[in-house]
């Protein structure tokens, strides 16, 4: 983060007041010029269900991670 500015978190919990937003509130709040892009990935706020093809529905997949670098990137 210190050499490019940018973080992206993936996490398969849901993202609020999760782990993730955890670390990406401590690393902008302690870069104090405020130029740090960031971007979190995580599960929709839904139970995780325990049927595989509904699971891939509920967690993030690949694209998800692909389309957050992307965001943070431009």
């Known amino acids: 983060v210190r050499r ?3 973080l992206v978190v993936v996490e398969e919990a849901t993202g609020a007041w999760g782990f993730g937003a955890e670390v990406v509130a401590a690393v ?4 104090e010029a405020g ?3 960031a ?3 995580a599960a929709h ?3 995780i269900p325990n049927a595989r093809p ?8 690949v694209q998800d ?4 670098f992307h965001r943070v990137l431009q």
């Open 4 to 6: 490019t500015g940018r």
């Open 28 to 31: 902008t709040e302690a870069n």
């Open 35 to 37: 130029t740090i892009r």
């Open 39 to 41: 971007a979190r990935v």
């Open 45 to 47: 706020p839904l139970a």
């Open 54 to 61: 509904a699971e891939d529905v509920v967690l993030p997949g």
């Open 65 to 68: 991670v692909i389309l957050a």
